[in-house]
């Protein structure tokens, strides 16, 4: 699957993306770093990867329909999480892709869940 991190993941995340074999890009290797949301969305969609982000306003699905996209992973972090938490919670997204697409899908990754919201062509 192809995937694209946004400005906020690091190499170790990244590298736990190329680790499970997928085709992993970044927002920040591509210097698009400053870039809108609206515009990280569009190139995304373009691109056909799926979004990887911390950025909580990817959850709202009127902005950013997940039904145009390859799917969206929204990670909700408490406050002042570890690393080892956030490394956790992608290795849980990660497991649940064997499982299940995200195509269309948007994710919110927790811990001790993961929320799907899946869309209708209706929505």
């Not at 590298?15 to 920040?28: C, P, Y």
């Not at 195509?103 to 869309?119: A, C, D, N, S, Y």
């Amino acid at each position: 699957m192809k995937f694209k991190l946004d400005e906020n993941f690091g190499k170790k995340l990244h590298e736990l993306f190329i680790n499970s074999g997928h085709d992993v890009t970044s927002v920040r290797s591509q210097n698009l770093g400053g870039s809108s949301d609206e515009e990280i969305y569009k190139i995304c969609c373009s691109e056909k990867r799926c979004l990887v982000t911390l950025d909580k306003d990817f959850s709202d699905i009127i902005r950013f329909p997940p039904i145009n996209s390859a799917g969206i992973i929204v990670v909700r972090l408490p406050i002042n999480p570890s690393f080892p938490l956030l490394e956790q919670l992608i290795i849980s997204a990660l497991e649940e892709l064997k499982k299940n697409s995200i195509l269309k899908q948007l994710w919110i990754v927790e811990p001790g869940r993961i929320r799907i919201r899946e869309t209708d062509e209706d929505d």
